[in-house]
């Protein structure tokens, strides 16, 4: 596997770094921390795609143009977010979605 390979699927190059300079008898495994810190979540690529398709920045401004806490701003907090409830389903069904597909393609179903 070429270290372009690793860079398109977003995995860090230090892990290249590491399969490359371990004899092929060894293994050696990541620690939690490094999961966490370079594998944990959804990889920003897919990140960014999820907060399109689920208008999630928009969202977001809205929330934030809202400071004082007058019952209108409350009502109005509150209506956003249940529309962030949406857009988290939205997120959640699109990831399974794609979690699906990839196992019938790997299935051959």
Known sequence: MRF???KEMGVPLKYADLMFSIPKD???????EEYQVDFAGVI???DDW???RCNSAELAKQYDELGGQTAEVKAMRSAIGEKFKVRERCRIALKNKMREDAWRTYRGL
């Open 50 to 52: 999820l907060e399109a």
């Open 26 to 32: 060894q293994i050696r495994w990541i620690t939690i």
């Open 4 to 6: 372009c390979q690793f």
């Open 44 to 46: 920003s690529e897919l």
